[in-house]
């Protein structure tokens, strides 16, 4: 049987909608990484418009989880990732009008550390929601 592209496309739209919240800000980061790999991939090889593209898609999922910031449940956690988030569309910016990939690089460093975290926090909530309904705790 042979799976086309439509199908494919179906099952990537169905995860993403049945996604829970942190399964979601994970997949925004892993987009964001991978927009912003194409987008020095094409920087390097002179693809200007592809280059602008791949950066506006990156800008956008930062965007999104800028705009996703809960200040009151977040504290110092959310005006810090607020910050970073800031700081992280000026070099997208940068990156795009001067064609230096040094921001991009900036970029992608920072981004595939706060995944890291973000994984390390999810696996650690997920194994204590999994244990605490192990011990009958619901």
Not at 95 to 121: M, R, Y
Request: positive net charge; charged residues 25%.
């Amino acid at each position: 049987m042979r799976i086309g592209h439509a199908q494919i496309d179906v099952y990537r739209q169905n995860k993403f909608y049945t996604a829970d919240k942190a399964t979601l800000l994970l997949m925004f980061y892993q987009g964001a990484i991978d927009w912003l790999k194409r987008a020095r991939e094409h920087m390097e090889n002179r693809r200007i418009a592809e280059k602008g593209a791949a950066i506006s898609k990156a800008h956008a999922i930062i965007s999104e989880l800028l705009g996703s910031l809960d200040f009151e449940a977040g504290g110092d956690l959310a005006r810090s990732l607020e910050a970073l988030y800031r700081f992280m569309l000026e070099q997208l910016m940068r990156a795009h009008v001067s064609n230096q990939i040094k921001p991009i690089e900036d970029v992608l460093s920072l981004l595939a550390t706060l995944k890291e975290g973000w994984e390390g926090a999810v696996a650690q909530l997920r194994r204590e929601a999994q244990s605490s309904r192990a011990a009958g705790g619901g």
